[in-house]
């Protein structure tokens, strides 16, 4: 684990010196580069598992190339990002919450995240390749501040479906329309189980099964571009057909199992509220989404939050926020919330420090019933 660290480390410190180190006539070079690290300290103080802290961290190495620059073509665009996620594990370990306290969270691989093709035709786009489905469906602008999985993808969604997303992604086509600037309509049909990272070890082996199923998702969004109000509104649909998958146990027996169809609908509303000349904003974000109850134990979920720009004159980009996500569980234990409270410190364009802290009502991501959680994080962040 420590190896895939450093070279990580590596990348990130030759992608920071590959942008400074370039004249003015090569920054139309049609390749972009960009190393990411981020960091979370956890500590629970309360409740949940046990008490106790860790650390967990992620890095990404990202390389585009884009065909235009490249005298090549027009409206073509290769995108790779590799990624390592290491250290703790706050909620298996230590909260035994749902929805997961922390998006980072994935124990220790090293992997290839995103590697797709995009070309553009107009007001038409098309992508191929290993796409995270939430890069372009599902997510808020607004919730993306907090650090609860649940704010980035819905727990109705992520528990319910296997879905391409963090740290598991998966082969797919997307369509994208753009009827006019404000309108826009999304397509996406994914590999309907993605290949387990256990036997698909950097998520380089894809395999397309005709067992496996298909997930098909729709979206259509609306932005508002009003200069003292603007938001952004999406209305979503996902299917799953039915599937199978295939699981080797102990002692070479094979078990398979059997899924039927699921299906579900989401909203997202992103809006300020409040704004002005000096760059203080406040803004709101709304999401829901549901599903069958005789078909999903987690078949409805709702979050909300504020965000604040500009607490102090000196740090006007500096973020803070307050944010609700409620799982309704149809299990013997009940549902579970989170309540959220963040703040992120902008230290520049490459660094960020953020304390949070979750309240985490009726953890129930175990078969145990816990007491209620209260958690804290320090995340950091650099990025070239």
Known sequence: MKTNVYIFLFLLIFSNQFVIGQSDDSLKSPFTFEGKYVGDVFYNFSGGIRKGGTYLGMASFIIGLNTEDARLWKGGEFYLNAANTHGGEPSAKFIGDYQGASNIEAGDLTYMHELWFKQSFGKFAIVLGLQDLCAEFISSDYASLYLNSSCGVHSTIANNLAVPIFPLTALGVQIHYNFTDKFTFKLALFDGVPDDLSMNQHNLKWKLKKEDGYLFFSQISYQNKSVKYPGNYKLGFYYHNPYSITNELDGGAIEIKKHSKNYGFYLILDQTLYQNKNGKTLNIFTQTSISPKKINENWYFFGVGLNYKGFFKQRIEDEAGIALSHAVIDNAIGNESAIEL?????????????????????????????????????????QF
Do not use: E, M, S, W
């Open 342 to 382: 963040t703040y992120k410190a902008i230290f520049g364009d490459h660094f960020f420090i953020q304390p949070d802290f979750q309240y985490i009502i009726n953890p129930v991501g175990t078969d145990k019933i816990l007491k209620d959680c209260f958690i804290g994080f320090v995340r950091f962040g650099i």
